[in-house]
């Protein structure tokens, strides 16, 4: 593949063109704040809003589990497990306060506060 360091898309300058893969490609897009981010609201195929997302937050903070979840939306059971994992919907877990902690291979949400303490001790 053959990559554009000025991204013009018709220029045939050598000195402007690069050989790459399709990865390097896409780092290259990156790393000059040319790709806009996927996740949440920004997700044209998304099938809930900001709103719903921080329902279902509440819903895992009140000890429900993904399947009980997932009856209530239009979501399957993994993509329940995405947001409790914190890897979708970031920022409506944050505006609400919602954290993510690791441990022993397990993700427990905690509060915003508990991760501050633990930071300062």
């Given at each position: 593949?053959?990559?554009?360091?000025?991204?013009?898309?018709?220029?045939?300058?050598?000195?402007?063109?690069?050989?790459?893969?399709?990865?390097?490609?896409?780092?290259?897009?990156?790393?000059?704040?040319?790709?806009?981010?996927?996740?949440?609201?920004?997700?044209?195929?998304?099938k809930i809003d900001r709103r719903?997302?921080?329902?279902?937050?509440?819903?895992?903070?009140?000890?429900?589990?993904?399947?009980e979840i997932a009856e209530h939306?239009?979501?399957?059971?993994?993509?329940?497990?995405?947001?409790?994992?914190?890897?979708?919907?970031?920022?409506?877990?944050?505006?609400?306060?919602?954290?993510?902690?690791?441990?022993?291979?397990?993700?427990?949400?905690?509060?915003?506060?508990?991760?501050?303490?633990?930071?300062?001790?």
């Open positions: 593949m053959v990559c554009h360091k000025c991204d013009v898309t018709l220029c045939i300058n050598p000195d402007h063109l690069f050989v790459g893969t399709a990865k390097d490609n896409m780092q290259d897009m990156i790393s000059k704040g040319r790709a806009a981010p996927q996740d949440g609201s920004n997700n044209g195929a998304s719903q997302a921080q329902q279902i937050m509440g819903m895992i903070q009140m000890g429900m589990n993904n399947t939306f239009p979501l399957t059971h993994s993509q329940i497990s995405s947001i409790r994992l914190g890897k979708s919907w970031k920022e409506a877990a944050y505006e609400i306060g919602f954290c993510h902690e690791a441990a022993n291979d397990e993700t427990t949400p905690v509060s915003k506060q508990t991760l501050l303490d633990r930071h300062l001790k």
